[in-house]
């Protein structure tokens, strides 16, 4: 059997051993959740340098171009800002880990956070799985991406930004990519792979670009002048580093991109090609996001870059090269960016959704969880879509950006403490139940790194800012994103509470599972009424739930 490596372990109780297994083997752990799938009939399409490709595609996204001018904003000054980026690396590689670690117990499951939640927290019944469906699922980032396209689509060719124009060419682009991922998964990930070398040759030419601005072989003026008093202007305010340090994570969100097609990943060790591709995505992406920053300080004015909002890459290229070259690369960078990022994250987003359905949690469980008519989740997909749309129109256009970020990030910060506190759990309950080690150990610095960055960005976002309530990264009240946040997992927990505690005990049932086998292969889980009453089993025995027929 593989070998751990020899860590600390003052978070679990287990001795040390030599022996170690997968979690995936216990018939109890896999009862729970979505039925594990032997033969995925999505296939097994993902290598390494797919999954590689795919992190990157997914963490490369319009966030390196658009946030670095309002987290600059936030924090006040050059020194805190790109210390920001180093810690926002420091914290990702420590979350990294503790995914790793729980993606060791679970080989065979695609879902990265709902089946690492759901197994460490199966009581209350279908809780996580429900809470997941109306969150994670829900607060789709691909509207960030889409929205930030528009923008920089306007802005590029001197078009006046309305409203509707950004919201006609945000969908545009969304009909785009899911058209895409509905056809074909491996011509996604071809695409993906493309799409991801000319992102990455993007982010390089800006790192060589601001080190010819900073050898003084461009026309900026003064390219050290930000940097002689890096910490003028830093501000200490508790919610502005939380905004800012929200938005840097924002950034590098997606290291777990493969971890969430694991179970399509192909080759006699998924767990450990999934591992080297987040280090090595994770790793380049650091590299690129610090050096381009420094780009960004060394070609623009501090004040130009404060109140850049999401136009740091044009204000940037504008610096270096004047208007006219600036017009003509960057559409195509931005475009590259966005679309590969969106259709990575839909492919992510598509399988979290379909494991989710497989449960039995969803409406119409069997119609989400069926590969028809393509070998691909076009159900899912198509509902992302949806969803997708009606964030992106739903805000006011000026704000759309800041808020959808924030709204998306806070309820994962929330779920982030659980997943840390699920290393815990899971390690020693293997101990209890006799069952050996994970293949991969996280290190404990990592667990609690990630717990702490979580705690912290659960808690800071409701310190007020500096100016006053309205004076966050929006023009309404500061907090807002928080609240929503937690009336989209109190909404969940209410529809928890009526359909699998109320109702039943007012019916006189019990609701139990079913494992079904659909046309393609796919297994999933159904939800049944069991009713107490002995007439009624003599009747209707089971009378399918979510809006199926009755047997």
């Known amino acids: 059997m593989a070998t751990a490596p020899s860590r600390s372990n003052f978070l679990s109780e287990e001795p040390e051993s030599e022996e170690y297994a997968l979690a995936d083997d216990s018939e109890e752990f896999d009862a729970l959740g979505a039925p594990v799938e032997m033969h995925n009939p999505l296939g097994h399409d993902v290598g390494f340098p797919s999954a590689v490709f795919l992190n990157l595609s997914q963490m490369i996204g319009v966030g390196i171009y658009s946030t670095s001018g309002s987290i600059l904003k936030s924090v006040g000054s050059i020194g805190v800002f790109l210390i920001l980026w180093l810690v926002g690396a420091i914290i990702s590689f420590a979350g990294l880990d503790v995914y790793n670690e729980l993606t060791s117990m679970f080989p065979k499951r695609s879902g990265a956070e709902v089946v690492y939640l759901e197994q460490a927290y199966p009581k209350p019944r279908f809780f996580i799985p429900t809470i997941s469906a109306m969150t994670i699922v829900l607060l789709s980032t691909t509207a960030v991406n889409c929205i930030v396209f528009a923008q920089y689509m306007l802005d590029t060719f001197n078009i006046a930004h309305t409203a509707f124009r950004q919201n006609v060419l945000a969908v545009g ?248 506190a699920a290393v815990v759990v899971l390690r020693r309950r293997r101990v209890r139940e006799g069952l050996a080690r994970a293949p991969f150990r996280a290190w404990n610095i990592a667990v609690v790194v990630w717990l702490i960055r979580s705690i912290l960005l659960s808690v800071l976002p409701w310190v007020p800012p500096a100016d006053g309530s309205n004076g966050g990264d929006v023009s309404f009240w500061y907090a807002t994103y928080c609240v929503v946040g937690l009336l989209i997992i109190a909404t969940a927990c209410v529809y928890y509470y009526a359909w699998i505690i109320l109702l039943p005990r007012l019916g006189g049932y019990e609701i139990v599972e079913e494992v079904e086998v659909l046309s393609d292969g796919a297994l999933t889980k159904r939800l049944v009424r069991r009713y107490h009453d002995k007439a009624m089993l003599d009747g209707v025995e089971r009378a399918r739930l979510l809006g199926e027929n009755v047997d």
């Open 173 to 420: 682009i969304a009909t785009f990519a899911t058209a895409i991922c509905c056809g074909s998964t491996k011509w996604s990930l071809r695409l993906v792979n493309v799409f991801t070398f000319v992102k990455v040759a993007t982010l390089v030419f800006f790192t060589l670009t601001g080190a010819c601005v900073l050898a003084g072989w461009t026309s900026v003026p003064d390219p050290l002048a930000n940097f002689h008093d890096p910490f003028e202007g830093s501000s200490a305010n508790g919610n502005a580093i939380a905004t800012a340090l929200v938005k840097v994570t924002y950034t590098f969100s997606g290291w777990a991109g493969a971890n969430e097609v694991l179970a399509e990943v192909k080759g006699k060790d998924p767990v450990r090609t999934v591992r080297r591709a987040g280090y090595t995505s994770l790793g380049i992406v650091s590299v690129l996001y610090f050096f381009v920053n420094i780009a960004y300080v060394a070609a623009i004015p501090k004040e130009t870059l404060r109140s850049s909002g999401q136009l740091a890459a044009s204000a940037f290229m504008r610096a270096v090269f004047g208007d006219a070259l600036a017009m003509k690369l960057l559409p195509i960078m931005i475009a590259c960016s966005c679309v590969g990022n969106i259709v990575a994250v839909t492919i992510g987003q598509a399988r979290i959704l379909r494991e989710v359905s497989r449960q039995g949690i969803m409406p119409f469980a069997n119609f989400f969880s069926s590969t028809k008519p393509w070998g691909t989740p076009v159900a899912p997909i198509l509902f992302k879509y949806v969803i997708t749309v009606i964030i992106m129109v739903a805000p006011p256009a000026e704000d759309a950006f800041s808020f959808l970020v924030d709204v998306s990030a806070y309820p994962t910060m929330l779920f982030s403490i659980g997943i840390a």
